[in-house]
T-cell receptor, first 111, second 112 residues
Framework: EAQVTQNPRYLITVTGKKLTVTCSQN?????MSWYRQDPGLGLRQIYY???????DKGDVPEGYKVSRKEKRNFPLILESPSPNQTSLYFC??????????FGSGTQLSVL | QKEVEQDPGPLSVPEGAIVSLNCTYS??????FMWYRQYSRKGPELLMY????GNKEDGRFTAQVDKSSKYISLFIRDSQPSDSATYLC????????????FGKGTKLSVIP
């Protein structure tokens, strides 16, 4: 089944403790991206990647890192999480017809 | 002025009603327009995609784009309880642009 898989689904952590949210797609898509979704602010793009080893900042990249060492994986790294990064995170990949496939989301709480 | 404006609702309609969801935008460079549907605790899924002014129909859904007015709409005919979700408009500028700008979403409830 074609899908974008992100883990974990729920994560509670404390300020300053490094964490990684994994994202993997099995559709051989070149383009992948990360979004955060907050009430009243909608979906905002954090980082995107057009291909292996090619990444670029979205609208809200501060406090996040990404890497794209393989086509299928695009992890999101929070080196020193802060409470304002409490949010619902989505990973997505895009096919050649512009269709975005989203993962099921990661609800992150930073205490 | 925000780039994309979308009424957050919530919008509550009876089953069978025609629903109209709208977005306005300020960036005249936007050329590609999408509507996504997001069920609670799920990722958004693409409903409609269009790049020209006019109407595009897919079953009970019609996407309408008016570039001169910088206004897009999604119409849902014969609405069903299963249409209850948040609807997000999204748009991007031309070839070579990879960034999507999303509206904040309109929450729709269709009451049986």
């Amino acid at each position: 089944e074609a899908q974008v898989t992100q883990n974990p689904r729920y994560l509670i952590t404390v300020t300053g403790k490094k964490l990684t949210v994994t994202c993997s797609q099995n559709m051989n898509h070149e383009y992948m991206s990360w979004y955060r979704q907050d009430p009243g602010l909608g979906l905002r793009q954090i980082y995107y990647s057009m291909n292996v080893e090619v990444t670029d900042k979205g609208d809200v990249p501060e406090g996040y890192k990404v890497s794209r060492k393989e086509k299928r994986n695009f992890p999101l790294i929070l080196e020193s999480p802060s409470p304002n990064q409490t949010s619902l995170y989505f990973c997505a990949s895009r096919d050649v017809f512009e269709k975005l496939f989203f993962g099921s989301g990661t609800q992150l709480s930073v205490l | 002025q925000k780039e994309v404006e979308q009424d957050p609702g919530p919008l509550s309609v009876p089953e069978g009603a025609i629903v109209s969801l709208n977005c306005t935008y300020s960036n005249s460079a936007f050329q590609y327009f999408m509507w996504y549907r997001q069920y609670s605790r799920k990722g958004p899924e693409l409903l409609m995609y269009t790049y020209s002014s006019g109407n595009k129909e897919d079953g009970r859904f019609t996407a309408q784009v008016d570039k001169s007015s910088k206004y897009i709409s999604l119409f849902i005919r014969d609405s069903q309880p299963s249409d209850s979700a948040t609807y997000l408009c999204a748009m991007r500028s031309g070839a070579g642009s990879y960034q999507l700008t999303f509206g904040k979403g309109t929450k729709l409830s269709v009451i049986p």
